[in-house]
């Protein structure tokens, strides 16, 4: 494998080893503001007791997010050189953004967060949880404006030639509300708010099923619930939203993402299947006309496919048939999402949530749904831009740096896969200690009434 290829794998999986904290990280931020706000409103302990216990994996989350996320930005000055001065024009304020006001909010709070118990009042302490949540939230916004200009660029110009060409800003605000901007990230918070409240159903769901801290745990069971059931469905308008938006901008990688080839007939909509790029086919499940009728309310229309367009100006066979899987992937956990939320509160609605030992054994390892929602959905939007790294405008082979050797890319990936599986394993370890110690000790008088083993709630159906 040569420079650029092994140079895209090691970002690949930085990046993929990273996004596994933020959305957890704002999510779980959004479900701590819940938790304590009940605190506040109602005054009962338990919620006081729940939020403590949030707010310490939140803690390692957030630790763990941060030390990982800054080995990318260094990727960008060894690797991509090119491409660092290509968009550092564009880059450079979106991220000074992020780290003048998103990161230094969300960190200068997180101190009265994880330590301001008992040293600032309830009030005080809210509104930093509700700050380091914001900050999280406020981070995201300007990593996805940064991205999406990538996707659709706008508000700048081109200054230079050849390797000395580089974006330059004429509209900063043109940049940040580019045509893609507000769709997907909204469409990524949506993603980060389901990652932290599957993650707190799957804990919950562990004490139920293990009948320990049962007050806490159907109190907080709940309170997800009902966050995880709201945003599973804002994101399937989200999902149609961003489709049409990469329709109208990258309609190379909408065809490519549905497998549609011929741009003078209708539009199928696969459930599931495969590509074969030398017929030009696609074989599988699919719903004729769907994705004429998603787009453009017709059966029968036209939707551009992937013969419309110049071979080195659209992603290649392999990539058509990698983003075909991971887009189909992504909407069968959204799906997955909305199914298993809704039924949570059928059965909530019926009486019967925690008398189900089958249902939330599933929901304790839902966690996982989200996560791979999100690591495929990256990689449909990347791969799916293919063969650009700026879209229609630079090339993935052009921003690569030109003095970069094949040992170096192949030694740096190795080491950081040893590194962040250390880092991995160090944060598997210390969450499965935090949750099976559980949310407080028994010998301080912590856990709250009705949360010990000699109260089951739990019949096998």
């Known amino acids: 494998m040569n420079a650029e290829i092994l140079s895209r794998i090691q970002f690949a999986f930085t990046i993929a080893f990273h ?4 959305p957890l990280s ?68 979106a991220l000074a953004s992020e780290g003048l006001f998103a990161f230094a909010l969300e960190s200068g709070f997180l101190g009265i967060l994880i330590f301001g118990w008992n040293r600032v009042n309830a009030k005080v302490h809210f509104f930093a949880t509700i700050m380091v949540a914001f900050g999280a939230i406020f981070s995201a916004v300007w990593i996805v404006i940064a991205n ?6 706008a508000g700048f110009h081109i200054v230079g030639d050849g390797l000395h060409a580089r974006a ?16 997907r990230l909204i469409h990524v918070l949506i993603a980060a708010f ?23 745990a159907t109190r907080g069971f709940k309170i997800a619930l009902v966050f995880a059931t709201i945003a599973s469905l804002l994101q399937l308008w989200s999902g149609d939203s961003s489709a049409k938006k990469v329709a109208a901008y990258q309609p ?12 003078a007939s209708k539009a199928d909509m696969y459930v599931f299947g495969i590509t074969d790029p030398k017929k030009q086919t696609s074989f599988g499940i699919k719903f004729p006309g769907g994705l004429s009728f998603l787009l453009y309310g017709n059966f029968n229309a036209p939707v551009k496919g992937i013969n419309a367009f110049k071979k080195e100006d659209r992603p290649g066979d392999h990539a058509i048939k990698f983003v075909f899987q991971t887009y189909h992937i992504m909407i069968v956990c959204g799906i ?17 949530l925690f008398n189900r030992k089958w249902v939330m054994a599933i929901f304790c390892f839902s966690v996982f749904i989200p ?34 050797k094949e040992g170096q890319v192949l030694f740096s990936l190795i080491l950081f896969t040893l590194v962040y599986l250390m880092l991995f394993l160090l944060f598997i370890y210390m969450m499965n200690k935090h949750i099976k110690h559980g949310p407080a000790d028994e010998k301080n008088n912590m856990i709250p009434p009705g949360s010990k083993r000699n109260n089951p709630i739990i019949e096998n159906s």
């Open 168 to 183: 330059e800003i004429t509209d900063f605000w043109a940049m940040v509300f580019n045509p893609s901007s507000m769709t």
């Open 26 to 93: 704002i999510g779980l931020g959004v479900m701590l503001v819940l938790m304590e706000g009940m605190y506040l409103k109602t005054g009962k302990k338990v919620y006081e007791i729940m939020t403590r216990f949030w707010i310490k994996i939140f803690a390692l989350i957030f630790g763990i997010g941060v030390a990982t996320g800054i080995i990318m930005e260094f990727e960008f000055g060894t690797n991509w050189a090119v491409y660092s001065k290509y968009v550092g024009d564009v880059f450079g304020s």
């Open 252 to 263: 190379a990688k909408l065809a490519a993402f549905e497998g549609h080839y011929d741009s």
């Open 19 to 22: 996004y596994i904290y933020p």
């Open 148 to 153: 999406s200009w990538q996707q659709t660029p």
């Open 336 to 352: 997955l999402m909305i199914a298993l939320s809704l039924y949570g509160c059928f059965l909530w609605w019926r009486g019967k």
């Open 194 to 216: 389901l990652s932290g409240a599957f993650l707190v159903l799957s804990v919950h769901a562990y004490y139920i099923v293990k009948n320990k801290f049962i007050d806490l």
């Open 371 to 404: 996560q791979i929602g999100n690591q495929v959905g990256w990689y449909s939007a990347e791969v799916g831009r293919q063969p650009w790294l700026v879209y229609g405008l630079l090339k993935t082979s052009e921003g690569l740096t030109r003095s970069l």
